[in-house]
């Protein structure tokens, strides 16, 4: 059975080895946000990949020399969960502003009851005025924040490891 992976390719070669993955048959997800780049002339919005340099796919375990050997593919991180792949899925797909972050560990766990995000869990953080919820990709260590109101979270049961700290 496929399970997804978090795999390192070249710089700025995200799009090119999903790409080549998909021609291969493979699942491939390369989350983009859209950015504003402004030229001497002009000011143009552009996809670019959430987590430079990292793309997932998901394959077996026997196929994992096909795609190592794929051109711009550096090596294989690390097993990503489907929960974690399906959050950033709905974050990316909400439209909402999205700030990277460097890795969290810390922060309370909740989960988002309602709207378009409802049935993600991730760590709230406080900022000035605003709610953030972080989701975590621990293969990668990284993590993305959107911002929520408050009204739609749920404080959801702590795990082992946060009650040990």
Not at 125 to 134: I, K, M, P, Q
Request: include cysteine; charged fraction near 25%; proline fraction near 5%.
């Amino acid at each position: 059975m496929p399970n997804w992976f978090a795999l390192r390719v070249r710089p700025k070669h995200e799009k090119t080895v999903a790409t080549n993955l998909s021609k291969l048959g493979f699942d491939d997800y390369v989350p983009l946000k859209k950015v504003r780049r402004r030229w001497s002339d002009r000011i143009k919005e552009l996809d670019e990949p959430l987590f430079p340099g990292y793309i997932f796919c998901s394959f077996t375990y026997s196929d994992r020399l096909r795609v190592l050997n794929l051109t711009g593919v550096e090596s294989i991180v690390g097993g990503v969960n489907d929960s974690e792949i399906e959050a950033v899925r709905a974050l990316v797909a909400s439209g909402k502003p999205l700030s990277h972050l460097p890795f969290l560990r810390i922060g309370q766990s909740v989960l988002i009851e309602n709207g378009p995000l409802a049935g993600i869990r991730g760590v709230v953080l406080r900022e000035e005025s605003a709610w953030r919820v972080v989701v975590s990709v621990e293969a990668l260590d990284r993590s993305i924040a959107v911002e929520v109101d408050r009204e739609v979270l749920e404080i959801w049961p702590l795990t082992s490891l946060e009650i040990a700290r």
